[in-house]
């Protein structure tokens, strides 16, 4: 993974949207941090954002989660995007984004109140589990 590093930080602004996210996911899955790349993919998001799917906002919050990588700007773009779109989300792209920010330690009331305003208007969606992590 370090040598395709090397290739995609100098070329990260011309990736797609989806080659991003899918990219930070496949090096958080393996649990392989890179900062430089996780600095360079919140730089070249960030300026997309409105352009990103719920699914997108999910998993780029939940991979940088899970390697405890912090983007405060990235994450204060993504929540104040998300938080008006939260009708687009599915129960676990919601629970996934929550769990992100809650890992990383970053406050966004906002966001938070319009996830516990949703969840408890579709509670029946979220599994048991799902709201134990929503409220975790």
């Known amino acids: 993974f370090k040598g395709v590093e090397q290739i995609i930080v100098p070329r990260v602004h011309q ?7 899918n990219t930070t996911w496949a090096y958080s899955k393996i649990g392989y941090t890179s900062p430089v ?10 300026p997309r954002i409105r352009c990103l ?6 998993n780029i919050v939940w991979a940088f989660a899970k390697v405890g990588h912090s983007s405060p700007q990235l994450f204060d773009t993504i929540a104040e995007v998300s938080s008006l779109r939260l009708h687009e989300f599915n129960s676990q792209e919601i629970t996934n984004t929550i769990w992100a920010y809650a890992v990383v330690g970053h406050s966004s009331p906002e966001l938070f109140e319009q996830i516990a305003k949703v969840v408890s208007h579709r509670a029946q969606e979220f599994s048991a589990q799902g709201i134990t992590n929503t409220i975790w």
């Open 15 to 21: 990736f797609r949207n989806q080659n991003l996210v």
């Open 53 to 58: 799917r719920s699914k997108d906002f999910a």
């Open 37 to 46: 790349l996780f600095d360079k993919t919140a730089d070249a998001l960030i």
